[in-house]
């Protein structure tokens, strides 16, 4: 089948531009992972459903993808100026844990909950703490080539030595000079950032989780694990980085910026951020309400699909209302599809569409298009109800449409796999149907048992028999 091109809206260019891999059939793509300090809240799970629906697609247009989603373990802290607590730490202390127990257990839940939204796992589940050596060696490079300097609590990047600093988000770094009005500390430029941390060594509390490094002990900022981790597994160099929209300022520019600093060269081509999922017009945030978690709301009879089926009912560059009634929509949309689906099942069951069916492809071309425009889920959705009110189509075609939609949707519309059932056995259904009508019913329960040895099962509807695998 031919498709249309596929294009994304680059935050970097900020344009839609037609997508162009570094190597001939291979994609690389690398999304913020969780900061892994406490639950992910649905919030957070509908950053990582863009990607997953990117990765099918990318898939449906012949491409090998891997993906790389990290761990943040150490490092991120309260501030993104660089200050408050390692939110690791504050945890551990707060739940009376080690910093290990408590990244183990959130990145477990973390785990379980992408699988219950049918979330594709990545390839590599790097964690920062498992990439110290890399962090450090990143900084030695930095420090070699002249881009950082020492202040009395950690090694900072120099921002001004970049022409280009904060080219992803506009800033405008001659504006953000150090000066009277905004609260820098040591570092020369507002805009600079922390590449290595001190352990405080005042500090009542010693850290739990602390290195040695050539500057002295402590640990590594939250930008540079990205930048170590990404061109680790990735190379320095790599197609795709995901994440959501508030990184733009400071964490991805960060990124960038330190990255092409260490080699001299574009660090990613197309830079893609989700927009947020809101709770009465804001963020939700731990302090703004809204703040679900998966497994709460599993609690209160929805399922993972419902949220799922609500996350693809807007563009992914679009904020999303989170509301349990919003929700409640959701789930019964979902329940209604799921219904007609299984009815359309029953008739692709007796009359299955032949192997090169044209509508079949028109239709998937036409849902392609979509995608292919900047992942549009949300039309592509809607087309899928579109086509089950098509009287142009046959309920067969309806049904496979739905199932190859659902490949890259990702509902479980069709738990039961799609089988095919073969000719022999239909005609024996067939056989036993006429029994049936004859009201031979000795001959039709053996033709069941003849059925049921060739594998397979069949059930009698109001529309006729149903043919299902054993
Ligand atoms: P964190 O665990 O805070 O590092 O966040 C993990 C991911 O969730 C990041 O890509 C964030 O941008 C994203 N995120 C956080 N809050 C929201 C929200 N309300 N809506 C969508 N994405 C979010
Ligand atoms: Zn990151």
Redesign the pocket.
Known sequence: MKLKPLKLYNTLTKKKETFKPIKKGFVGIY??????YWY??I??????LFPDILKRVLKVHGYKVKQVINV?DVG?LTSDADEGEDKMERAAKKEGKSAKEISNFYFKVFKEDLKKMNIESPDYWPKATEHIKEQIELIKKLEKKGYTYQTSDGIYFDTSKLKDYGKLANVNVSGLKAGKRVAVGEKKSKTDFALWKFSDADAKEKRQQEWKSPWGVGFPGWHIECSAMSMKYLGEHFDIH??????IQIHHSNEIAQSEAATGKPFVNYWLH?????HNGE???KSKGGLYTLSELEKQDYSPMDLRYFFLSAHYRKPLSFSLENLDFAKTSLKRLKDIVSRLKEAWSRTPTGPSNKNIELAFGEFMGFLDDDLNMSRALSYLWEILRDDRLNNSEKYELAVKFDEILGLGLDKEKKVRIPADVKKLAEIREKAREEKKWEDADQIRRDIENLGYIVEDSEEGFILKEK
């Open positions: 999304t913020c992972g969780p900061t892994v992910q809240h919030g957070n799970l509908r950053s990582y943040t991120h995901t994440g959501g929209q508030e990184h989700g927009e947020w999922l809101t963020k939700i945030s």
